[in-house]
RNA sequence: GCGGGCGUCGCCAAGUGGUUAAGGCAGCGGCUUGUGGCGCCGCUAUUCGGGGGUUCGAAUCCCCUCGCUCGCCCCA
């Protein structure tokens, strides 16, 4: 292929698509508003050393997934995996933290170097929501609830919330060491992936899907088991506080997820309308993160949503209820008045008419072709605007403009030029 | 990084070795030189993702390459 084109995995949004992402952001911003979280933009390059420290150099997003370089002065660089590192950091830079507890959230291109698939790009798009200084299970609670009822709100219907918990550092350090012993027993059992993991990193061993893998760990000591009474507890109240709420949940065991610096509270919501990238959205308790960057031990939690895994979901559910809200969000606003003009002078007076129009608040559509009449009126049907308006030389000449309805029966009406107010009001009473 | 499927006009799509590459939608123009939604007519791919090869002859066969797509891995 010649031609110039994105690369692999860099997708471009156009117009059409871009209505129903910026209905997605509204009703996100009016969330995070609401619960009192304030907006954050980091840098989209950050040094290589961020990520690795933050997320964990064993981890896939560190060891192979990284877009990074060295700039021209040498420094290595990468465009942010995650979200997560960047605002920790930002927040310890501006000593944000020393003013008390941080609710934050925010929206922006994530970039991952992975083979694309259904729901997978290589640049993507995350809205998230970081609570630093959050310490008690019931803020679990509540940012998990912020997820849900965001979700729930743009009309997502038949999503999963998965629930686990990994512990303290402590609980999965004593964890890790009886299930590599009890592994190593059965290494030869194990299929490839999973044994090179055994050294790197074998919690997600748990979440492998190989079948006879997961057919051995059916007898494995458990996470849950191992877990100490103070985590435990801490978990039954996360779970207590969901079923207050009335917002239901799975335990699943093996959700173990990726990055290094969970711990307590692992979710994800998952849709079964995705293929093989299910979740749409995941998140956890990271107590740890923010001291390993160097910061003060801080409790914290968070989660990030994944749009475009988001919008695939949004698509099926207008295309299941064309109705429902899900598919409102895709409404394509129309023009308040289409204007036809033709003619030198026409065409002067039509562009300010257009231009005052506009300043009063009304979405005005002017043909720029010149084109017959006859043509401009297709063009003025095809637009779906309720009026049209007709300036040609012999209405500039007696220094009228026609308003004509095109989407019921009735009369064409004259107004004067001059009189904006009046067709502004005859525009609007339609 | 590894597998499977696919690649014909802006979009959908027929064509699977023989002189002109269907059709639909959209776009543009005309019937209608100042009034839309219907209809009719015309125009819009020297070319089949790109390169090489086989052949008298290829969109159709072979090789390479690029891209898309689904899955694995992993994750949003």
Known sequence: MSQLQSLRGMVDLLPEALQRWQAVEAMAREHFQR?????????????????????????????????????????SCTLRPEGTASVVRAALQHGLLSQGAQKLW?????????????????????????WLGAERARSDVEVIALAWDLLASLGVGGLQLELNSLGTAEDRHDYRNALVAWLEQRSEALDPDS????????????????????ALLEDA???????????RERFEEVQRGLTTLG???????????????????AFEITSDQLGAQATVCGGGRYDGL?????????????????????????????????????????????????????GERAETVGL?????????????????????????FKRADR????????????????????LKPLQQQGEEVTVALSGIAAIVETLRTY
């Open 247 to 265: 917002i239901p949940f799975r335990l699943n065991p093996r959700l173990v997820r990726g990055l290094d610096y969970y711990s307590h509270t």
């Open 352 to 376: 300010s008419l257009a231009r005052s129009l506009r300043q009063q608040g009304l979405t005005v559509e002017l043909d720029g072709s010149g084109s017959a009449f006859g043509k401009q």
């Open 106 to 130: 925010y929206a922006g291109p994530m970039f991952r170097y992975e083979r694309p698939q259904a729901g997978r790009q290589r640049q993507f798009h995350q809205i998230g929501v970081e």
């Open 383 to 402: 637009s779906c605007a309720r009026w049209a308006l007709v300036l040609g030389d012999e209405e500039v000449e007696r220094g009228e403009v026609r």
């Open 195 to 214: 044994q090179a993991r055994l050294s790197t990193n074998p919690l997600r061993i748990l979440d492998s899907k190989n079948k006879d893998t997961q």
């Open 221 to 231: 000591p458990t996470l849950a088991d191992a877990l100490a009474d103070a985590s």
């Open 35 to 75: 619960s009192g979280f304030g907006e954050i933009r980091t840098p989209l390059l950050e040094t290589t050393d961020l990520f690795g420290r933050g997320i964990g150099e064993g981890t896939d997003v560190v060891g192979k997934e990284m877009y990074s370089f060295q700039d021209r002065g040498d420094r």
């Open 290 to 342: 923010i001291s390993q960057l160097g910061g003060p031990q801080t409790p914290a939690i968070g989660w990030a949503l994944g749009m475009e895994r988001l919008l695939l979901v949004l698509e099926a559910a207008a295309q299941a209820d064309p109705n429902g809200p899900a598919a409102r969000l895709a409404v394509i606003p129309i023009p308040d008045a289409y204007l036809v003009n033709r």
